[in-house]
């Protein structure tokens, strides 16, 4: 895997090396040694999927907050998205920045997002399915949000919202 850190602190875009062959190829997604040699969080509990049936689907911006903050690693294993992340991290120097990344099946690449980040994504093409890592097991009561507007970051989105949950339109201007 190669592992390119992003402009925020410890959010990682990563590429796979493919090994091919007559068969096709065989690629390394995930590697608990190499992930620690990057400092990275290797806890792993809980693998979730979204399919996302309509381009212009908004999922985000989500997070956790402690104890049950999380670590994710978001793959597209179909389709395209806009991927998304917001340092939410008082003392790092980049709080309240952000970074976006397309990830796609064909690019087979990777998000690394941290604790302290939240995260969104906006379909780039129907039927788009995305598969989820995450270090700590969903709560319910730990879950939050802000709207995909909120002035406070001036996310550009490069498409038109057309699907949005209500509890995701909903969400309160950051504070």
Request: proline content about 5%.
């Amino acid at each position: 895997m190669i592992f390119r850190e992003t402009k925020l602190p410890g959010v990682f875009e990563i590429q796979l090396e493919l090994k091919t062959d007559e068969r096709g190829f065989f690629a390394r997604t995930w590697c608990q040694r190499e992930f620690e040699a990057q400092g990275l969080n290797t806890k792993l509990v809980q693998c979730s999927i979204s399919f996302n049936a309509r381009k212009g689907t908004l999922r985000g911006m989500h997070y956790q907050a402690a104890p049950h903050a999380e670590t994710k690693l978001v793959r597209c294993t179909r389709g395209a998205m806009y991927d998304v992340v917001v340092d939410l991290r008082p003392d790092s120097p980049k709080f309240k920045d952000s970074i976006a990344v397309i990830l796609t099946a064909e690019k087979r690449n990777t998000i690394y997002v941290p604790e302290g980040c939240a995260h969104g994504f906006l379909t780039l093409e129907d039927d788009t399915e995305v598969f989820y890592q995450m270090s700590e097991f969903h709560n319910e009561q730990a879950a939050r949000g802000f709207r995909f507007d909120d002035p406070t970051f001036r996310l550009s989105w490069p498409e038109r919202v057309q699907v949005i949950s209500e509890r995701d339109l909903n969400y309160p201007q950051f504070e």
